[in-house]
């Protein structure tokens, strides 16, 4: 379950830019699964729920998974009036073996807000890795990302995270995270 947490990764992808006390609120506006280019054994089902929009939802594996055959790329976009008008922004993750993506990116920054058996039956991930990734069925459960370590210049309005999987090269799936950003009054 903890790859729908990917999403958030890309926003720390900004992370070299100085950081200061946040002059900002971060709302989760939708998340929403997508279908690969072809059936696999990636599957995906979340929602937001409540007023505090927590995400919630399950994630099937039907084998495990390595980077020798799956990888996965987060793409940022940003619509500052929040009128659907996307960019790309030159920010994000490029296809990267997943074992490294959850050993370089899930443990430091995703892997802090989410407490095990609370808001996942994911396994937790130590420092040096977690490869292969076991294949079943993962939950996450009322999740709200802490986003205290996220920069101060990270852009305002709509910013849109796409997580593509793929396996061999082809488009297995993912899924789309958009969250509000707005200055804190």
Do not use: W
Request: glycine fraction near 8%; charge should be negative; include cysteine.
């Amino acid at each position: 379950m903890q790859y729908s947490a990917f999403a958030i990764v890309v926003l720390f992808a900004l992370s070299g830019l100085s950081k200061a006390e946040q002059s900002y609120t971060v709302k989760n506006e939708a998340v929403e699964c997508f279908s690969g280019d072809v059936q696999t054994i990636y599957h995906c089902e979340l929602k937001l729920v409540g007023r505090q929009r927590l995400i919630n939802g399950t994630i099937s594996l039907n084998e495990d998974m390595t980077s020798q055959h799956y990888t996965f790329q987060v793409e940022v976009f940003t619509s500052p009036l929040g009128d659907d008008q996307f960019r790309l922004l030159p920010m994000g993750v490029p296809r990267t073996g997943v074992c490294e993506g959850l050993r370089d990116l899930y443990t430091k920054e995703v892997q802090p807000s989410i407490i095990q058996g609370e808001h996942t039956n994911f396994p937790f991930v130590p420092e040096e890795g977690l490869c292969p990734i076991p294949k079943g069925e993962y939950y996450i459960k009322n999740l709200d990302f802490d986003t205290a370590s996220l920069p101060n210049q990270i852009p305002r309005g709509i910013i849109k995270s796409v997580v593509k999987f793929f396996k061999d090269g082809v488009n297995i799936g993912g899924y789309v995270i958009r969250m509000l950003v707005e200055d804190r009054e």
